[in-house]
């Protein structure tokens, strides 16, 4: 059975649920989030440098744990 995620985003753009580690690696290369950690620790949050000096949380993603 595939692994199900859920990635968000701050800003209103909603979430989007998916599957597999494939998939997961193309969206972190698309929103530049590291899967690994996801892969470990079940989460990660996506970090802008750029929109402050202290970078500001913009989204995130997580594993879904009820599957």
Do not use: H, P
């Not at 597999?20 to 972190?28: I, M, Q, S, V």
């Amino acid at each position: 059975m595939k692994e199900t995620y859920t990635i968000w985003f701050q800003d209103g753009e909603g979430r989007e649920t998916f599957t597999g580690r494939t998939k997961l690696r193309e969206l972190a290369k698309r929103y530049d989030f590291d899967a690994n950690e996801v892969i470990k620790t079940g989460e990660t949050k996506m970090i802008s440098e750029e929109l402050s000096d202290f970078g500001d949380v913009v989204g995130g993603v997580f594993r879904d744990e009820g599957e």
